[in-house]
């Protein structure tokens, strides 16, 4: 059974820094992987999906890379902004187009 | 503006009482799906579609029903069998079951008991 794991749990950083949230997942075969952004209270934004042939998405101040053989994933956000304060979730697609999550990083950028 | 709305953004259900959340699109996607999302958990799937008149069960069907008339409607109702039903419900939808489409979500309703 596909589990997918988000490391941290929650980070906080400085406004300006560079960071990368991690994601892992156990079972190699996956149709696609997905990064989402979810504030509080809210639904979920799609931020970047890496379909399984490819290695790298990039999107403005995000770039996301996928290691299907290591079973992981990054996203690198660059320059971060208090406005990119929000929870990060990671989730692999399977063949019916169902997403299994992992739990989310809740990041805190400090001003 | 094209997108998914559910409805309402909060429910309150009674011990016995069963509740049925809203989910419309006007994507034109072909698959729905509905998650539940614990404190401190990821999504987890309940229900999905990816034609009208026909769903699967996901990973906790159990005390759940949904029905799909209508390509742009998939409403999940909450028995009184579901005994932990407290939780923030999204609904999503796809285009079609492609590797490179994404899901879209709704804004979720949070469901409580009274």
């Known amino acids: 059974k596909q589990e997918v794991t988000q490391i941290p749990a929650a980070l906080s950083v400085p406004e300006g820094e560079n960071l990368v949230l991690n994601c892992s997942f156990t079972?190699?075969?996956?149709?696609?992987l997905q990064w989402f952004r979810q504030d509080p209270g809210k639904g979920l934004t799609s931020l970047l999906l890496?379909?399984?042939?490819?290695r790298e998405q990039t999107s403005g101040r995000l770039n996301a890379s996928l290691d299907k053989s290591s079973g992981r994933s990054t996203l690198y956000i660059a320059a971060s902004q208090p406005g990119d304060s929000a929870t990060y979730l990671c989730?692999?697609?399977?063949?019916?187009?169902?997403?299994?999550f992992g739990k989310g990083t809740k990041l805190s950028v400090k001003p | 503006d094209g997108g998914i709305t559910q409805s309402p953004k909060y429910l309150f259900r009674k011990e016995g009482q069963n509740v049925t959340l809203s989910c419309e699109q006007n994507?034109?996607?072909?698959?729905m799906y509905w998650y539940r999302q614990d404190p401190g958990q990821g999504l987890r799937l309940i229900y999905y579609?990816?034609?009208?008149?026909?769903?699967q069960k996901g990973d906790i069907a159990e005390g759940y029903s949904v029905s799909r008339e209508k390509k742009e409607s998939f409403p999940l109702t909450v028995t009184s069998a579901q005994k932990n039903p407290t939780a923030f419900y999204l609904c999503?939808?796809?285009?079609?079951?492609?590797?490179?489409?994404?899901?879209?979500f709704g804004d979720g309703t949070r469901l409580s008991i009274l």
């Open positions: 989730a692999v697609g399977g063949s019916q187009g169902n997403l299994i």
């Open positions: 079972d190699s075969a996956i149709y696609n």
């Open positions: 890496i379909q399984s042939s490819q």
């Open positions: 994507l034109n996607h072909d698959a």
């Open positions: 579609s990816q034609i009208v008149n026909d769903f």
């Open positions: 999503a939808s796809q285009p079609a079951l492609l590797p490179h489409q994404p899901q879209h």
